[in-house]
T-cell receptor, first 114, second 107 residues
Framework: NAGVTQTPKFQVLKTGQSMTLQCAQD?????MSWYRQDPGMGLRLIHY???????DQGEVPNGYNVSRSTTEDFPLRLLSAAPSQTSVYFC?????????????FGPGTRLTVT | GIQVEQSPPDLILQEGANSTLRCNFS?????LQWFHQNPWGQLINLFY???GTKQNGRLSATTVATERYSLLYISSSQTTDSGVYFC?????????FGAGTRLTVKP
């Protein structure tokens, strides 16, 4: 199993540009989520999905969109990038219908918005 | 949302020393994990431990859910243990992280 994969690893955007961060998992997990990590802080939840076609907002959803058309993929879209979105983004997945509900994280995408 | 506090925020050890990291949380939770974020930024699962005690080599963890805290023990620390240790708690869909404990192990 590749686990949770993310692309790209690094990205630089100009203010106002849009882009999509890709996330995929091959563990057949129902639950997938996106987090951002700012310097010196823990991770904060942006959006999550409990299954294909179902998404919901987390703690810091503004400026981001998600969709879940398949179990495997959960892309995160930045609609109009702002410098405040400079951060490291992590995707994660876990089971949600049987224990253990251990969450697994991807390697992260480091995004800089200038 | 649930508040998660970790202590100490920073910890410097000599190689071979033991340490205890603490995680307090403000409400009852069904799930708790400990992660190690290595110097390259990768998040590594250490323990999924909603209650009880687990051990994995030099690391062990204990969660007392009724008292809303968890402890991570690192014995005979090595330089490769350096990094940030995060505690994260969740019930259904909202995983909340503490701010982490930054551990530096000196040779």
């Amino acid at each position: 199993n590749a686990g949770v994969t993310q692309t790209p690893k690094f990205q630089v955007l100009k203010t106002g540009q849009s882009m999509t961060l890709q996330c995929a998992q091959d563990m057949n997990h129902e639950y997938m989520s996106w987090y951002r990590q700012d310097p010196g802080m823990g991770l904060r939840l942006i959006h999550y999905s409990v299954g294909a076609g179902i998404t919901d907002q987390g703690e810091v959803p503004n400026g981001y969109n998600v969709s879940r058309s398949t179990t495997e993929d959960f892309p995160l879209r930045l609609l109009s990038a702002a410098p405040s979105q400079t951060s490291v983004y992590f995707c994660a997945s876990r089971r949600s219908t049987e224990v253990p509900y251990e969450q697994y994280f991807g390697p992260g995408t480091r995004l800089t918005v200038t | 949302g649930i508040q998660v506090e970790q202590s100490p925020p920073d910890l410097i050890l000599q190689e071979g020393a033991n340490s205890t990291l603490r995680c307090n949380f403000s409400d009852s939770v069904n799930n708790l994990q400990w992660f190690h974020q290595n110097p390259w930024g990768q998040l590594i699962n250490l323990f999924y431990i909603p209650s009880g005690t687990k051990q994995n080599g030099r690391l062990s963890a204990t969660t007392v859910a009724t008292e809303r805290y968890s402890l991570l023990y690192i014995s005979s620390s090595q330089t490769t243990d350096s990094g940030v240790y995060f505690c994260a708690v969740y019930n259904n869909n909202d995983m909340r992280f503490g701010a982490g404990t930054r551990l530096t192990v000196k040779p």
